[in-house]
């Protein structure tokens, strides 16, 4: 005896009966269709970064708890200083947000600002600030305006306006956290064993700052963890052993550990590891490690990007023509950030065609 599957509730529903050329007066409620708006206001604080306004964030849409088609395969990002998704709904769905890394396919664990559509318009305004804050992410109303339903436009809309925080505690909620399990599965299948077990066992959680493998040859390699004050100032719970060095994706320290061997390098410092508030979105997505130092028996290295820019320590381990040659990658990188946020807009014009397309759909059918 099998099991009825659950009904959803119609669009619309009418009454008839068996008299034959009778009419059936009956109101015909017909769902609103509306827009709900998340608008990212990212790096509110003294002297930010140019990529911390202009943050790109990976992103995923579900609308009543299923991700929709578009994002079956990947996230999309949104990115520069005015930072906006759209999701067409009908009035009575529920829309949510998965963010960072969370966003993945394969993770998707922490539904964020959600919201319930009425026969109003939304607005959700996202606003990152630093501190240790741990207000919810649940969107809290603020007021209802009429406004018009496009720039210049005489036609008229009323939106309902929603405010939201974006915390250190809500960007580590929206950063996976790898298992030991996951961290085998996404290693390289070419990986040393030796390193492989090595990385498995951060995400275990380390009982000190250090990891340190040793190979069958008899060499050995020391990686030592120093915490960042960008997560230990911005969490309300944080530990770097626990919470940090599991966030970052296993392959970065494998490749890391594998360029090390092959270099000689037996010892190395990371500066920095997963980070919610500092930077671009490479360390919040756990795709990104800093190296303080690197050793080799009695020689060691310090490395310290800033000099390349001239802002840092005089190491005397950068040139003018590294300067030259990073200061010409940085526009090149500059180049294809603009060129990807053009490409991502298009991609969100052709998912909100696609969805409001399947709403109309859906509300004639």
């Known amino acids: 005896m099998g099991t009825d599957a659950p009904t959803q509730a119609p669009d619309l529903v009418v009454t008839t009966n068996q008299n034959r050329g009778s009419i059936v007066r009956d109101p015909v409620k017909v769902k609103a269709e509306v827009t709900v708006s998340y608008f990212f206001n990212t790096g509110l604080w003294a002297d930010p970064l140019p990529s911390e306004q202009t943050l790109s964030v990976p992103y995923a849409i579900a609308v009543n708890g299923k991700v929709l088609p578009q994002f079956a395969n990947g996230a999309l990002s949104v990115a520069g200083k005015d930072k906006r998704i759209d999701v067409p709904v009908l009035e009575g769905d529920t829309v949510s947000l998965y963010l960072n890394s969370d966003a993945h396919p394969n993770h998707r664990q922490h539904p964020l600002y959600t919201v319930t559509a009425g026969k109003n318009f939304i607005a959700v305004t996202i606003r990152e600030t630093r501190g240790k804050q741990s207000t919810p992410d649940t969107p809290v109303f603020k007021e209802t305006k009429t406004e018009p339903a496009k720039p210049g436009s005489k036609t008229t809309i009323k939106i309902d306006h929603y405010s939201a925080p974006l915390t250190g505690d809500i960007w580590m909620k929206a950063s996976h956290r790898y298992t030991v399990a996951e961290a085998k599965a996404l290693m390289s299948s070419d990986t ?137 990658k940085g526009e090149a990188e500059h180049q294809v950030r603009i060129a990807k946020a053009e490409h991502e807009m298009a991609q969100k014009t052709v998912a909100y065609v696609e969805a409001k397309a399947s709403v109309q759909h859906a509300s004639t059918a």
Do not use: C
């Open 192 to 328: 040393p064993a030796e390193i492989a077990d090595a990385v498995a066992s951060i995400y275990a959680v380390l009982s000190k700052p250090e990891l340190v493998v040793e190979f069958k040859s008899g060499e050995r390699i020391s990686m030592q963890f120093k915490d960042s004050d960008n997560p230990k100032n911005n969490i309300t719970n944080y530990d770097l052993l626990r919470d940090g060095l599991t966030r970052v994706h296993p392959a970065g320290y494998a490749s890391l550990l594998i360029a090390a061997k092959a270099a000689g390098v037996s010892e190395l410092m990371m500066s920095s590891a997963w980070r919610p508030m500092y930077g671009s979105i490479a360390h919040r997505t756990g795709l990104a490690l800093d190296v303080g130092y690197l050793a080799e028996k009695d020689k060691r290295i310090v490395l310290d990007r800033q000099e390349l820019r001239g802002l840092g320590g005089k190491h005397g381990h950068v040139s003018a023509e590294e300067k030259r040659l990073f200061a010409e």
